[in-house]
């Protein structure tokens, strides 16, 4: 299996946590999915990650690549059926990826939105996706977190560790000390130490 990524990306990251954790061995091909027109051949969303299987054909976005590696390796990522309750079983964990993509799909905007040269650049969307990751962390600052993860927690992981590799100075944990203690523990798993953004 052959997957499109690059070392900054969280969308991608939470793939490769889950492959690390289920010890899946996947051929990583790094692009930059803002240039490489190429990568539209393999995902017509020309976006990271795209998983290409052994018979070519290709799995995206990253909920569904994650699944899909969950159930080919045989793990617990995916909490099986279960009623909705907003603590516990599947609907927390999907609910919980949700909440993660949505903070990552702001602060990537972002990130491209500030990296714009200044006359192009667009100050109301700035302040928008911002306001959007704001509002994230403030949800999950009263959450409990599963100390078997779910997709969930990993998905969660991988935002915050985005934050803090491209918005060092946000400075969140003055205003989510439950949250930061969580994610104190969370990073340092091997498989979130082996795959840290750069
Ligand atoms: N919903 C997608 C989002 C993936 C995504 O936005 N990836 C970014 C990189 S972190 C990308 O490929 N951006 C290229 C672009 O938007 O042109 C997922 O979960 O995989």
Not at 5 to 26: D, G, Q, W, Y
Not at 29 to 34: C, H, I, P, S, Y
Not at 104 to 114: G, I, K, L, P, T
Request: charged share 25%; glycine share 8%; aromatic share 10%.
């Amino acid at each position: 299996m052959k997957l499109y990524t690059n070392p900054a990306s969280p969308f991608a990251r939470k793939c490769r946590v889950i492959a690390h954790e289920l010890a899946l061995k996947l051929e990583e091909v790094n692009v930059n999915a803002r240039d490489d027109d190429s990568l539209r051949a393999v995902n017509p969303l020309k976006k990271i990650p795209a998983l290409v299987l052994d018979d070519g054909s290709a799995l995206f976005d990253s909920p569904v690549i994650c699944e899909y590696l969950n159930d080919v390796g045989g793990g617990k990522f995916f909490p099986g059926l279960s009623v909705w309750r907003p603590t516990s079983g599947r609907w927390k964990a999907l609910g919980l990826q949700a909440l993660g993509d949505g903070i990552m799909d702001a602060a990537v905007a972002c990130r491209y939105e500030s990296t714009q040269p200044e006359e192009r650049r667009n100050r109301d969307h700035i302040a928008r996706y911002m306001a959007t990751v704001k509002a994230g962390l403030d949800a999950l600052e009263p959450m409990s977190f599963s100390e078997t993860p779910s997709i969930g927690e990993v998905t969660i992981g991988c935002a915050l560790g985005y934050l803090d590799f491209r918005y060092a100075d946000l400075g969140w944990r003055d205003k989510h000390p439950k949250l930061a203690d969580w994610f104190a523990k969370f990073s340092q798993y091997p498989s979130m130490l082996a795959t840290a953004p750069s």
